[in-house]
Nanobody
Framework: QVQLVESGGGLVQPGGSLRLSCAAS????????KGWYRQAPGKERELVAG???????NYADSVKGRFTISRDNAKNTVYLQMNSLKPEDTAVYYC???????????????WGQGTQVTVSS
């Protein structure tokens, strides 16, 4: 059973920082972390920060210069450092990864359960 578990969300004042973590566990032969998404009430899920197939990073225009995505391959964990948070960053944040459980198996798409980030004074 493969799962992604996010943590690190919470309530923070505008201008504050949070660090989200997403750990993959279970039967993992290979993992391709896609990135972090978020969904605010009444809005569609959007990509916040991700990794390209070449391994470089890309960010939504709204978070460039404030958010940083990183990963620890040894721990199967991806992080999202969020600085200078704004009320419009309030959303549920999800991590996404493609995972193969065996060498001969298929790639499957996995999502975490989400972690709430609320930016408010």
């Amino acid at each position: 059973q493969v799962q992604l578990v996010e943590s690190g969300g919470g309530l923070v004042q505008p201008g504050g920082s949070l660090r989200l973590s997403c750990a993959a566990s279970g039967s993992i032969f290979s993992i391709n972390t896609k990135g972090w998404y978020r969904q605010a009430p009444g809005k569609e899920r959007e990509l916040v920060a991700g990794f390209t197939s070449g391994g470089s990073t890309n960010y939504a225009d709204s978070v460039k210069g404030r958010f940083t995505i990183s990963r620890d391959n040894a721990k199967n964990t991806v992080y999202l450092q969020m600085n200078s948070l704004k009320p419009e960053d309030t959303a549920v944040y999800y991590c996404n990864a493609h995972i193969k459980s065996t060498n001969w198996g298929q790639w499957f798409d996995y999502w975490g359960q989400g972690t709430q980030v609320t930016v408010s004074s």
